[in-house]
């Protein structure tokens, strides 16, 4: 499993985590790695193979969520020639072609509940039997597992083996999400931009507008890193002018006015020419409307000249506003295109 992402980041509860897994590498205990989406759980388990001493050895990866439950235990296990309908020749499973290695299950709360009781019996004895065979066979295999769930729940209301958890869970490294991580929205998204300027030939790196790095400071990230990087990338490459910083980002790809619609998410639509504009999600701290209005004012026309990459007149038209009114915004809250 090799990626080509790197850890990057700054924020303390990001390095806590990284040096945690450090630390636990060398150790041959099984390792569950809590977090989520978009997190890097897949860059943890790397981390914690390339710095322990099976580093030359397999590295085998298993989305327990890929594959129907039926084929679960197959592909964990391997099975025999004839073992069901299908099963034309022997196989071997994931744990053998780990042995000596280590074995990661992504997505292992997905897990059924016969997978885990024979998954049990392979974390405690290190010891296997392919589906049609009665010959059980030792292997050496450390248990990397990763999730999204909340696994003591699930135990807690009989949806997993507690004793299963108990036995990897020796160590759990818990991924803080983006949104936590002070100061590593500007690293990572400075590093992804630099990246995909690169992959475009751009002869310089422009960076960011002033009011897009606010934008991406402020955003929530669920989907955390790997959203972060699609909207960098996303941005950068429908920019038409590297000599200018990105003054445009689209976090919602499906935003689109011409979106397909259901009846029952079918809204009202704004007249022709105007447009909806935000509401203020703290009425109480205003002390000083006047002022209120005018940063609001200065958001909306600045992230509409942006979005238009500072076209004036269509600008001006998607505000509902003429071109002298759009210039005399410009001028009254102070904007250039260096914003």
């Given at each position: 499993m090799e990626r080509e992402n790197q850890f990057i980041g700054q924020s303390g509860a990001f390095l806590d985590a990284v040096e945690r897994a450090s630390r636990a590498a060398p150790m041959r205990r099984p390792v569950l790695v809590i977090g989520e989406r978009g997190t890097g759980k897949e860059l943890i388990a790397e981390r914690l193979h390339r710095l322990s001493t099976r580093w030359d050895e397999p590295l085998v990866v298993m989305n327990c969520a890929a594959l129907p439950e039926t084929?679960?235990?197959?592909?964990?296990?391997?099975h025999e020639a004839g073992?069901?309908?299908?099963?034309?020749k022997t196989r071997a499973g994931r744990f053998e072609e780990a042995d000596k290695g280590t074995l990661f299950l992504d997505e292992l709360g997905s897990l059924s509940m016969g997978a885990q009781e024979r998954l049990l019996r392979a974390v405690e004895y290190g010891e296997v039997t392919r589906i049609g065979s009665s010959r059980p066979m030792q292997v050496d295999v450390r248990i990397v597992a990763a999730t999204n769930e909340n696994l003591p729940d699930k135990a807690a209301c009989g949806n997993f083996r507690a004793d299963l958890l108990d036995r990897l869970s020796f160590e759990v490294i818990t991924l803080p999400p983006l949104r936590v991580r002070e100061g590593d929205v500007e690293v990572l998204a400075d590093y992804f931009g630099r990246r995909m300027a690169a992959e475009l030939g751009w002869e310089d790196w422009p960076g960011f507008a002033g009011h897009v790095g606010e934008q991406l400071v402020n955003h929530d990230w669920p989907g955390n890193v790997r959203e972060l990087r699609n909207v960098v990338e996303r941005a950068i490459y429908r920019w038409d002018n590297w000599s200018e910083p990105i003054?445009?980002?689209?976090?919602?790809?499906?935003?689109?006015?011409?979106?397909?619609?259901?009846?029952?998410?079918?809204?009202?639509?704004?007249?022709?020419?105007?447009?909806?504009?935000p509401v203020a999600s703290d009425f109480e701290s205003i002390d000083d409307l006047r002022a209120a209005v005018d940063e609001h004012e200065r958001?909306?026309?600045?992230?509409?000249?942006?979005k238009h990459r500072w076209n004036q007149r269509q600008t001006a038209k998607a505000l509902g506003l003429s071109y002298d009114q759009l210039r005399h915004c410009i001028k009254k809250h102070g904007l250039t295109d260096d914003d």
């Open positions: 084929l679960i235990e197959a592909e964990l296990f391997g073992a069901f309908t299908g099963a034309t003054g445009h980002v689209q976090f919602d790809p499906f935003d689109s006015p011409w979106a397909p619609m259901t009846p029952k998410t079918r809204a009202p639509q704004p007249e022709q020419g105007k447009m909806f504009a958001a909306i026309v600045e992230h509409a000249l942006g």
